[in-house]
């Protein structure tokens, strides 16, 4: 199913991100995309709420969200910019790797994630490479590239 963006500006809506990606609850982590480049870049809102599965462990005390979902939902920016380039092909894209991945400052429920990809490059139609940045109050709370590959 080939998804185009609805409006003018460039943005999708929940609904339309779930026609883009594959992740479904509890692992559908964008809220919002509310700035597209073809090809080139996507920006994406997260809202962190206290009701989000993982609270109930990480941690009961002080929930903090954990890193890693904070990286998926880079990642998940990273494929709203590759299930809209038309030359590759379609399928499933998977983590072939991360690198320089930093965590900077702790991210908690009612914080907003601004979550932005740009694509460094894609090699034979199969692995590709995202630089990816979360922001939170302006201020920078993870960084690092993202590497995907085509799941035969």
Not at 3 to 14: A, G, Y
Not at 43 to 63: C, D, M, S, Y
Not at 137 to 150: A, P, Q, R, Y
Request: some cysteine.
């Amino acid at each position: 199913m080939e998804q185009q963006l609805s409006s003018k500006n460039n943005q999708l809506s929940s609904e339309e991100i779930l026609g883009l990606l594959p992740h479904r609850f509890p692992f559908a982590l964008l809220d919002r995309v509310i700035e597209h480049i073809p090809g080139k870049k996507a920006v994406a809102l997260k809202n962190v709420t206290i009701n989000e599965p993982q609270f109930q462990g990480h941690f009961p005390e002080r929930p903090l969200m954990p890193g890693v979902l904070i990286v998926e939902s880079m990642a998940q920016v990273g494929g709203v910019i590759v299930t809209q380039m038309p030359d590759l092909p379609k399928g499933l894209f998977v983590f072939a790797g991360i690198n320089n991945v930093k965590f900077r400052r702790p991210v908690v429920p009612g914080d907003q994630l601004v979550i932005t990809c740009e694509l460094l490059s894609i090699k034979r139609k199969r692995f590709g490479k995202v630089k990816g940045e979360a922001h939170v109050d302006g201020k920078l709370v993870c960084s690092g590239e993202l590497m995907f590959s085509l799941v035969d």
